[in-house]
């Protein structure tokens, strides 16, 4: 005789409520970022100076609160504002409570205040006596200075140079900023300089008015023309000599070191 098997009562109170759970519930939508998501922008920013740090203030809208916020996709707070910032690019990132994230970018260029003046002592020419004290303005901290390409360091004065044009430089803890400065040979266009292209250039037939061009009795056209004197005297093609030229008279070593040291220094009004 086989005996039917009887669900007790508790059993089927426990069913029905399982088949009542599962059926009446609605099962939860998942969430479209694309649609429910927030989106972000830039508010603000400052930009970083040679003595301050820049600033971010990230703008967002839409998603679920709390929002969260990032500039580097890694770290998130729940200020929108980010300060102490160098020079450099930022991606922002806006999180809501889904997960869902927004991302823009920002650059920081930084604002450069600082300056850099030079005073020169003269080095004479083909002399190596000359020196450089820099002074640095706008920016903060230790400065530190160099010359001509060499490593910095912490003093502004160099020495023991050459009449000529150099390169320096200053920098702080944030920036750097590059200038020209000449070391002057010292010598005068007014005292040596038109004394010789007077007699040796600037004579009868050359390079005078009305007889050949340039007119090298005119400070402009000599200064206009500097670089190109420079080359020639040194390749001892200016004044020309030889048949044709009797009365021109050869530039001795020293006047040709003499325009050369002058044109170096930037063919000065002097």
Not at 61 to 77: A, C, K, M, R, V
Not at 192 to 206: D, E, F, L, Q, R
Request: overall charge negative.
């Amino acid at each position: 005789m086989t005996t039917a098997f009887r669900p007790s009562c508790s059993i089927l109170h426990m069913f029905v409520f399982l088949m009542m759970a599962g059926c009446s519930g609605k099962d939860e939508m998942p969430v479209n970022c694309s649609v429910s998501g927030p989106t972000v922008s830039v508010a603000s920013t400052t930009a970083p100076t040679c003595s301050t740090p820049g600033t971010v203030t990230i703008a967002a809208s839409g998603g679920t609160e709390p929002l969260t916020f990032s500039i580097n996709g890694l770290d998130f707070q729940s200020s929108s504002e980010f300060s102490g910032l160098a020079p450099g690019t930022y991606t922002l990132t806006v999180m809501d409570a889904n997960e869902c994230t927004a991302t823009t970018s920002v650059g920081l260029a930084v604002k450069n205040d600082l300056t850099l003046s030079f005073t020169a002592n003269v080095a004479g020419c083909e002399g190596s006596e000359g020196s450089v004290e820099l002074s640095a303005a706008g920016g903060s901290g230790t400065y530190l200075y160099s010359i001509d390409g060499e490593s910095f360091v912490e003093s502004p004065v160099f020495t023991g140079l050459a009449n000529g044009e150099y390169s320096i430089a200053v920098k702080d803890g944030f920036c750097e900023f590059h200038t020209k400065a000449i070391v002057p040979s010292g010598l005068s266009f007014e005292a040596t300089i038109s004394v010789i292209i007077k007699n040796k250039c600037a004579t009868g037939t050359c390079h005078v008015s009305d007889a050949q061009f340039p007119d090298f009795t005119k400070l402009s056209n000599i200064q206009g023309n500097a670089a190109h004197i420079k080359e020639r005297v040194i390749k001892r093609e200016m004044p020309p000599i030889g048949e044709g030229n009797p009365e021109v008279i050869a530039l001795t070593d020293d006047e040709i070191n003499k325009i050369v040291c002058w044109v170096t220094d930037g063919a000065p009004n002097n």
